[in-house]
């Protein structure tokens, strides 16, 4: 009886794992002991990568933000809906580990920012406007 519940056990597993689309990798060393497990997602044919980039909506001190693409592969665009004269802003830029990478003043309700000499992974991303701040996660492909 729970040789048959393990094993119905085990296949369920295996088919929610399929169903959500990953593969788990196992590395051993020479001893044949595990050190190390990797889920590895796989990437769906029926998508086209336009897709699966997004616009992310905000609001920060009464204004709209968005940011796209992102994921990036290096031209990011920053646009603040209606920016009024007197609204003073920054967006800075830093990689995972805390380095700075980039600071912008904002000047006009669009601002471009260049990634495209950073290496792929993942930056934050700091908006500031007035006294306010929004903070956003950055994905470089």
């Known amino acids: 009886m729970n040789k048959i519940l393990l094993t ?5 597993t295996l088919a929610l794992v399929k169903l ?10 020479k001893a044949g002991n595990r050190i190390e497990r990797k889920t590895i997602p796989l990437k769906s ?8 980039e997004q616009i992310f909506e905000d609001s920060l001190s009464d204004q709209k933000i968005q940011i796209f693409p992102n994921p990036t592969r290096g031209h990011l665009v920053v646009s603040i809906k ?6 003073t802003g920054k967006i800075t830029i830093t990689d995972i580990n805390g380095r700075l990478i980039l600071t912008q003043e904002i000047l006009e309700p669009n601002t471009s920012l260049n990634l495209s000499n950073q290496p792929t992974g993942y930056y934050l991303m700091t908006i500031t406007l007035g006294e306010e701040s ?6 470089k492909n």
């Open 20 to 29: 959500h689309g990953q593969n788990i990798a196992f590395t051993y060393d």
């Open 8 to 12: 119905t056990f085990f296949f369920f």
């Open 45 to 52: 044919s029926s998508f086209s990568e336009a897709e699966t």
């Open 82 to 87: 209606s920016l009024e004269d007197k609204t």
């Open 134 to 139: 929004s903070f956003w996660k950055i994905v």
